[in-house]
């Protein structure tokens, strides 16, 4: 496994980071204005949002920590759950929101310790059972979840002067999260948090040696993966205004990662630019919902196969290499 | 029941009931053990031969299972095809399927360092290919599945009846892994298979073909995991969903037996079946699928090597 190109070039300033970063700023933010006056797409766009901050915490994970977690869609499941039973005991959605995240962030700490002792493919493994026990998690404990069915009609939050927050204005908050991920993901990757997990990628044994706290640095990598997790399962639930086990179950975990590897794991805007790509797919193909599922299964095979640095190793030659 | 003038002639009545109706759910509880187990023990034994091998954890096994049921369903419901001729099809159906995928995919891997990893993320993409074209064209003929028996009739056991077709499902599941024992303990090419299992370049410089004995087992995994799809179509009614129940199912016996371990898959095959039964008799199959992967992870986490590693 060679370095990814972020890592390469240690002393890169936020300078050539800022025009990608402006651009992409720019764009989430005028993408509901000009979509607006359709309520369809602008809906596809705020979905897609939810859909980057989720790429960027997976990318943290599995992009620069180099642990392949099949679980973030059951993570943020634990938040939308959570804050709907609050917000149904009458918690304003901005009390419920933090101890949402806060339950996926804890929920993420844990179940990510099986990450200490298994490496490769069988903690993948562990992570995919782990999914698979959230999801009937969430059918079985009907009390909480009510069950398959789900909860529907989710009230939306509401701002301080008592509207509720909907339509556009939501959809501005959701693109500014994505575009705050973008940044925090930026932060940590550039500082020496970033670096360790970097180091802890390439070889986990070597960096234990060099004094890395490994357990310490996967664990915090959990942590702040499951915040994004989190952010975006709470605001997932008012917004979508439904949710079911299905709407974070083992599928979903898989389109969050591919949307990584596809775009391109390990580099900052390759998660990004396969979440714009594959979180409107879905809605395109939503009719032809078989369809969607081979063409899925192709999109991964062909990643595997043909692309396994995804879209932007293939403009960086060498980028990591699975 | 009629009120009669002897209160024990009742009690003691009741209880003869009452134990009929227990040893009747023992032999029942005892038979569905039997079979599922060893159905389980076929398919963990067809992912362990391949993971063993070839280092392919094949998530998509439940989907292999799946397919070889539906394909016994339309051959023996649409076509008209005796039962019996249609499972013997569906297996001999499995090799050119096998040696295809191997053909396209699985081959490009062979030497690939940490392989199972790709292979485990491109057996999902397989997984979710067959799921969009099972919804798309079994789903909206059916929601349940059934085939025509193997054999007619009840046989008894005692005063107890049991469908024969059952009984041939189990002695047919038995003979096969019977036959998969004998194949890899004493025939040539079963030695060559375990030589790769252990030690694939010793295998090599002894003289194996090491590509050869990869297509193989990996045929000879599938051809297995066909043959537990059929047997338990033929002997349950299943649904689309049982694809997934399987596929976990067989990974968390493979995990808990010791990947590459036959005999592991056997053992923990038969103990699943059996656990299978006794709780779908008292609680929700929600437990046993809770269980399975609560096993599943401990193992993983204590003793990632399994049981009855090598």
């Known amino acids: 496994m060679t370095i990814s190109p972020d890592a390469a070039r240690p002393g890169q300033t936020w300078s050539s980071a800022k025009l990608p970063l402006a651009v992409f700023a720019c764009a989430a933010i005028a993408l509901p204005l000009v979509l607006s006056g359709n309520r369809y797409l602008a809906f596809v766009a705020g979905v897609t949002m939810i859909h980057v901050l989720w790429a960027n915490g997976m990318n943290l994970l599995y992009g620069y920590t180099g642990l392949m977690p099949l679980m973030f869609a059951g993570l943020a499941g634990i938040s939308a759950y959570f804050v709907v039973d609050l917000t149904a005991l009458g918690w304003s959605f901005w009390a419920a929101l933090p101890v949402g995240v806060l339950a996926a962030s804890i929920a993420g700490t844990i179940l990510g310790l099986p990450s200490l002792r298994l490496k490769g493919f069988y903690f993948t493994l562990c992570s995919l059972v782990i999914q698979t026990v959230i999801t009937l998690g969430f059918v079985y404990f009907s009390s909480l979840t009510n069950g398959d069915t789900g909860f529907s009609q989710i009230p939306l939050p509401s701002l301080p002067g008592g509207a509720p927050l909907s339509g556009t204005a939501y959809e501005l908050v959701l693109s500014a999260l994505a575009v705050v991920s973008v940044i925090v993901l930026m932060a940590i990757v550039r500082s020496a948090f970033g670096r360790r997990l970097i180091s802890i990628r390439e070889d986990d044994t070597l960096a234990e040696t060099l004094g890395i706290n490994v357990t310490w640095y996967k664990l915090l990598a959990f942590f702040v993966g499951s915040v994004f997790a989190g952010i975006g399962g709470a605001l997932y639930a008012p917004y979508i205004g439904f949710i079911s086990p299905r709407s974070f179950d083992v599928l979903i975990s898989m389109n969050i990662w591919l949307m990584v590897a596809f775009g391109g794991r390990g580099t900052i805007w390759g998660p990004v630019v396969g979440a714009l790509l594959l979180a409107p797919l879905s809605f395109l193909l939503q009719d032809y919902y078989m369809f969607k599922d081979v063409f899925y299964g192709l999109l991964i095979i062909a990643v595997i196969v043909l692309m396994p640095a995804g879209i932007a190793g293939g403009f960086h030659r060498g980028a990591a290499r699975q | ?310």
């Not at chain 2, 993320?121 to 074209?133: A, C, K, M, N, P």
């Not at chain 2, 890899?184 to 590509?211: P, S, T």
């Open chain 2, 1 to 310: 029941m009629p009120a009669g003038p002897r209160p024990a002639g009742i009690l003691s009545a009741g209880i003869l009931v009452l134990s009929n109706a227990h040893i009747i759910l023992l032999l029942s509880t005892i038979s569905t053990g039997l079979i599922l187990g060893a159905i389980f023990a076929l398919v963990a034994a067809g992912v362990t031969i391949v993971y063993g091998s070839i280092w392919m954890p094949n998530a998509a096994n439940g989907q292999f299972f799946l397919l070889a049921a539906l394909f016994g369903w339309t051959m023996t419901v649409s076509w008209g095809v005796h039962p019996a001729i249609a499972a013997l099809l569906v297996i001999g159906l499995s090799v050119p399927l096998s040696y295809g995928l191997e053909y396209i995919l699985v081959r490009r891997f062979y030497d690939v360092p940490n392989r199972n990893i790709s292979y485990f993320v491109l057996s999902l993409g397989i997984t979710q290919i067959l799921t969009g074209i099972f919804a798309s064209t079994y789903s909206r003929w059916s929601d349940q599945y059934q085939l025509p028996p193997l054999i007619k009739g009840v046989t008894f056991i005692g005063p107890f009846p049991i469908a024969t077709n059952r009984l041939a499902v189990l002695a047919i599941a038995v003979v096969i892994l019977a036959a998969l024992f004998a194949l890899l303990r004493f025939h040539k090419y079963g030695r060559a298979l375990r030589a790769v299992f252990q030690n694939r370049d010793a295998a090599a410089l002894r003289g194996v073909n090491v590509k050869a004995a990869y297509s193989l087992s990996f045929a000879l995994g599938n051809a297995v995991i066909f043959a537990g799809g059929i047997l338990f179509a033929l002997a349950y009614s299943f649904d689309l969903s049982v694809a997934w129940t399987m596929s976990i199912t067989a990974f968390a016996i493979m995990i808990i037996g010791g990947p590459g371990s036959v005999l592991g898959a056997l053992v923990v095959g038969l103990v699943f079946g059996f656990t299978q039964a006794i709780v779908s008799n008292f609680a929700s199959p929600t437990v046993a699928a809770f269980s399975y992967l609560g096993a599943m992870l401990l193992i993983l986490l204590f003793k990632p090597s399994g049981l009855f590693a090598k």
